[in-house]
C-alpha cells in the first residue's frame, strides 16, 4: 500500500499522479436524455420505478394496512436507492449514478403505516441541488463540466443501502463512507468516520451481522491509491474493532461478500480499465478470460487470506455461505451477459422497453480447503436478485434463500413475484403479484420469540405500475405461495431501490 | 506653451512606461468554498518551478483563521513575473494537511488556476503572470 502518496506529492510536488482516477473522472457528456424518458414513461408506466424524484422529501403518508399483520410483527423497514437521476436536462444513464433516497416505511401498530422518504443530504447533493445541475462524477456517466472533488466522499451518492448497528442508521455506498442519519426523520447527521485515518475510506453495502451482533464489512481501496481491500469489524456497540488491509494480487470488482462462523469470502471478479476518459462502469471491462480470485480470510488473522481460483463469472449479490466436511460453499446470482451486468437496466434507465439480462442462474461456488481448489455447481434455479436468509441459519448447512423472481409474464423486465429456495430438496414456493408489479427485495424478519431458522416473515416493497402506486407487503415466510398476509399501498410511486434494513419494533 | 507643457508630461509618461515593469504589484486571493469554521487556512506564493516542487521557499505566504466561506488574502509588492499560490486548510489546526490511510487529503486544499485534476496539478498547470498591474485571483477551495 503506498500510504499518503496524494500528500505526499500534495506537498513535494511530483507530478501528474492520478489518485483516483476511476471515481473521480470524465469528460464526454453521454447521457441520457429526459424528454427521451418522459416519452418512455408516457408509454411504459413501469418506468415509474426509474424516474427521477424533485422533492427533498416525499410523504409522511399515513395509510391503512390491508389484511392482518401477524401478532409480533412491528417495526419500521428502512430502504436505499437512487432517486435523483434529472437535473438541468441531463439524465445519467447507468442505475447506480442517481443520489440516494432513504425511505422509512413504518408500521404504526394500529392498522396503519406511515411513508416518508428524504434524500441523503451528502455533499454532492447538497451542492448541487444549490447550482441546480450536477456538479461531481458518478459510478457510470460522464457528467459535462465536472468541477474538482476533494476526495471521494465527495462523490458519494449514498444511494446503495441502510443497515442499523445499536440504534443508529446508515446509508450505504461501496464509494466512500457510510452516512448516519436520525431513524425517525430520515435527517443526514454526516459521514462516518470510524477512526481519524480512516476517513472517506468506504463502507460498502453489503455489511454481515456475526453471531455476537458484531458487523463486517469491507470498501475496495484499488482505484483509490491504495491495494487491495479494507476490512472493517465493527462491534455491536457500533465502534470501530479493527479495520485490516487485505493486500489483493490482481484489481477486482465485488460488490458485496459472503460470510461463514469462522471465514470471510471475498470474490474478485477480474476487469481491466480503459485509458482516456469516463466514469467507472464506462471504463471497465469485464475479464471473461481471467479467473476469479477468491479470498478465504480468517476472521481472526483479516489482513491475510487464502487464495482460489474459479471459472469466471460476474456477481453483484450471494446469498448464503456454509461451511461443512472442509468445504466452503457459497451461494451467488451470476450475470450471464457482462455488459447487462456493467450497468443493469440500462435500456429503463434510457426510457425503453428494450431491458436485456435478468435471468441469470443461482449457482454453488464450492471451494475446497483441503485441496486448495474451487468449482461452480449448478442449481437448476434462475430469474431471482437480491436473495436474503435467515441469519439464525446454522452456517454448518445450506440456509433457505428468499429472492425476488420472474413468476409468470409481466408488463416490465422486472421481477413480478418472490420466491422462497430449498436448494437441496428442490423445492420451491413463489406468489405472483400479478403482470403489472415490480418486485423488490423482501427482507426475512425473524418471530420475536423464536430461535428456528426460518420461523418469521417476509418484507418487501413493490411498485404496481397499472395503478401508479407504490406498496409494501408482509408474508409469512413458511406460507410464501399463500401471498401477504397484509399490504398497504401509497397514493403516489417511489423510484425502485436497492437494498433495505428492517429495524424492528 | 502647448509645446513646452507637453514636454514635462510626455517625459514623465515614457518614464513611467519604461519603469513600470520593475515596479511591483499586489495580488488579491479570493477563496472561495471554505468548509470549515475552525482552523487556519494557509497560502504560499511560488515564483518557480522549484517553489512549487517545494525545493525553494516561497516568496511569500500567509495565514488565517476561516471567516465565513469566502477569504480574502492581499499578497504586497510582488515583482512582475510567473507565480502560483497554493492553499491548504488545517481544519483542525494539528499544523498539517491531514490525510487518511492512503494519502486521501481530508481538509481542504485549492491551487491557482483551479485546475481540473485530482491531484497537486503541475507547476505549468497551476503558475500565472503578474506585471506591472495588481493582479487577482479567484481560488476555489476543495
Redesign the interface.
Known sequence: ?????????????????????AL??GQDALAGDPARFAAGLRERPWLAGWKSVQSETLGPENVRIEGRLPAGFGGTLYRNGPAWTERAGFRYEHWFDGDGMVHGWRFNGDGTLTHRARMVATPKFTREQEAGRFLYPVAGTSVPD???????D?ANAANTSVTMINGRLFALCEAGSAFELDPDQLATLGPVTWR??????PFSAHPLVDRDGSVWNFGS?SM???NGL?VWHIGRDGTLASAD?LETPVPGYLHSFAMTDRHLVFVLIPFRYLDGAGAFFERLRFRQDQPLRIAVVDKHAPAQARWFEADFAAIYHFGDAYERDGRIVLRAVQHLDVEEARSPLKAAMNGDGDVHGGNGPLRELVLDLRRGDARWEETGIAGIEFPVFDARTRSAGPARLYAPVHASASVAPYFNGVGAFDVPRDRRQVHDYGRDVLVEEHLFVPRPSSTRPDDGWLVGTLLDAARGRSGIAVLDAGRVEAGPVAQAWLPYTVPLGFHGHFAAA | MHRSLCRPLCLVALLIATIAPAQAADLTVTLRGVRAQTGLIKLAVVDSQAGWDGQAPPVQGDGAPPRGDTSIFVFKDLEPGTYAVMVTHDENGNGKLDSNMIGMPTEGYGFSNNPRVMRKPTWDEARFDIGAQDAAIDIALH
Open positions: 500500500m503506498d500510504r499518503r502518496r496524494f500528500l505526499h506529492n500534495l506537498l513535494s510536488g511530483a507530478t501528474a499522479l492520478a489518485v483516483a482516477p473521480l473522472r465536472m468541477q474538482p472533488i476533494r476526495n471521494n465527495d481519524h485515518d480512516l476517513a472517506a475510506i481501496i483509490m491509491g491504495g479494507v488491509v
